[in-house]
């Protein structure tokens, strides 16, 4: 059967030929419209990208006078689409290097990171270290009793105190016997104060070992300037430091160093110019990227001394004498100039009560120990410091037949003695190990000095063991005890008299009559 559908459309077409005819003349017309239009945009654009383009390319060149690299072509998005993944990854790869490339670049060779300057790294201050020129000095036990408030008033900043050592024979660390005394007094008086140790160290362990009992024992007082490691004497055969080397003693320091560092405080460290110059003696060109460097540098131009010695290197404190004259220290004291200080003063790392210390009143003389019965030739009057100055006050008096216990005997003619129970001190040849000896009279000496030391006369050419201050009275505690001279080993003085009582000498030193201990003299044959 055949289907009349089919009929029906046939007999359609045959009936409207014409009308097919004119649906696709419209369509062709349409299309040619619309490319027509396409075409129109597309060349409007062209010519205002050209425009465009030569607009930027002469703005450019009226602002830059020197010609432009060329740039490397870019990738049209047409040809990265058509990238397979490997390419892609290999593209990335390459970007990222040279994007690294550019970043050294532009650095300049510089590491990225936190912009830090290396001195802020071993300055531990809380209070604010600032570029100002501040004077100190430089203290031990053997400037004696220091009265602070007379080094307050001649204008001093800060004092360094050396607050102990290690024993260069045993090893054995000690304190300085005027550590605290002198931390204390100073801190009473406004001086800010700083701290050094000497250190005979033979390796890492032993220098940790010694910042580690320097932070305990500086703990409780307002320690503002640095912390100092002080190291001399390596180089004689009798120093356990003797077989290091200059790179094993330069790892001791910065551990000592850093040590103090990590405890709180600012270090520093101590050598002298000798050592430290062209990396004599110490990795001076390492240590200084790290700390602080304190140098010994004497007889040098000070008359512009706020510009620093005439030194190539870092120095951040310098000790420029030690033969400074300072009221309230009796004998010559190191004298220091730091090129910083300190907004404020710190606080103690540990602020619970402590023990007042008391001036060590044997820290200028040397004691043997003795455990002996004495009592006195005749009488002999008990002091509570081994001087006869003004400051030394008599407690009690020795009679021949009273027994004391003998604990000390030093070389400047004074013993150390217990009676009932107190420690006193007397001069050595008013007293007698015989106790059944009957009362002697005190022997006359020949002449006098005018002072209560009197002198039996002598004459004898005589020099320094190392060296000796000579003084205008035959005293150091006495205020009106100066210094006028010092005399070093191989200069000569004529001895003229000999207390043997008290230690000291009276000698004849460019036609001047001054005194000096004589336990650093000796007699040239």
């Known amino acids: 059967m055949k289907s009349n559908y089919g009929d029906h459309g046939r007999h359609r077409r045959k009936r409207n030929p014409d009308g097919m005819t004119v649906k696709i003349i419209i369509a062709a017309v349409v299309i040619c419209i619309c490319a027509a239009i396409f075409l129109v945009r597309s060349f409007v654009k062209r010519n205002a990208d050209n425009e465009a ?21 870019v990738v049209a998005a047409s040809i990265e689409a058509s990238v397979d993944e490997e390419q892609q990854e290999e593209a990335a790869v390459e970007a990222s290097s040279e994007e690294e ?34 004077y100190g000095i430089d203290v031990s036990r053997f400037q004696g009793t220091i009265d ?40 009473k008086n406004g001086i800010k104060i700083g701290a050094y140790f000497f250190s005979t160290a033979v390796n890492k362990d032993e220098a940790v070992a010694e910042a580690n009992w320097v932070k305990d024992y500086i703990a409780q007082y307002p320690i503002t300037y640095p912390v100092g490691y002080n190291c001399e004497g390596f180089d004689k055969e009798s120093s356990r430091q003797y077989s290091l080397t200059k790179d094993e003693r330069s790892s001791i ?5 850093d040590q103090i560092y990590k405890a709180g405080y600012t270090p520093i460290f101590y050598a002298s110019m000798g050592e430290l110059a062209g990396d004599a003696q110490w990795n001076t060109s390492q240590i200084e990227k790290s700390y602080k460097i304190w140098m010994a540098w004497y007889n ?29 220290i009796s004998k010559k004291v190191d004298v220091d100039v730091a090129y910083f200080g300190y907004n404020g003063t710190e606080t103690a790392k540990d602020t619970s009560e402590r023990a007042t210390a008391t001036a060590d009143v044997e820290a200028l003389m040397s004691f043997d120990t003795v455990d002996e019965t004495v009592t006195a030739k005749n009488s002999t ?4 410091k081994p001087s006869q100055g003004d400051d030394s006050k008599v407690v009690v008096t020795l009679q021949n037949g009273q027994t004391a216990q003998r604990t000390g005997i030093s070389s400047s003619g004074w013993s150390r003695v217990v009676f009932e129970g107190s ?21 006359q000496p020949v002449t006098t000095s005018g002072f209560k030391t009197q002198f039996a ?52 030193y460019n036609g001047q009559t001054l005194y000096c201990v004589s336990s650093y003299l000796r007699v040239v044959e």
Do not use: H
Request: net charge negative; with cysteine.
């Open 381 to 384: 009057n008990l002091r509570d």
């Open 148 to 187: 602070w408030a007379q080094v307050a008033a001649s204008g001093i900043d800060f004092a360094m105190i050396r607050v102990g050592y290690r024993d260069s024979s045993t090893g054995e660390i000690k304190a300085d016997s005027n550590a605290r005394f002198n931390m204390q007094e100073a801190e």
């Open 457 to 508: 006369d002598c004459n004898e050419t005589v020099t320094a063991k190392d060296m000796v201050n000579l003084r205008s009275k035959p005293s150091v505690t006495d205020e009106d005890s100066t210094v006028v001279a010092t005399l070093s080993s191989g200069d000569t003085a004529t001895r003229t008299g000999i207390n043997t009582d008290y230690g000291w000498s009276r000698v004849e």
């Open 253 to 257: 320091a910065e551990a000592f160093l």
């Open 300 to 328: 040098q131009n000070t008359s512009n001394i706020a510009n620093g010695p005439a030194y190539d290197g870092q120095c951040a404190m310098w000790q420029y004498t030690n033969q400074g004259t300072v009221a309230g």
């Open 53 to 73: 383009s030569e607009q930027v390319s002469v703005l450019e060149m009226e602002e830059i006078e020197e010609p432009i690299p060329e740039e490397e072509p």
């Open 101 to 134: 490339e550019l970043d050294i670049q532009m650095g300049a060779g510089a590491e990225p990171g936190e912009d830090i300057d290396v001195a802020d790294l071993v300055s531990a201050s809380n209070v604010g270290e600032n570029s100002s020129v501040t």
């Open 423 to 443: 420690t006193y001190y007397a001069v050595s040849s008013f007293l007698t190990t015989d106790l059944t000896a009957p009362k002697q009279e005190t022997e």
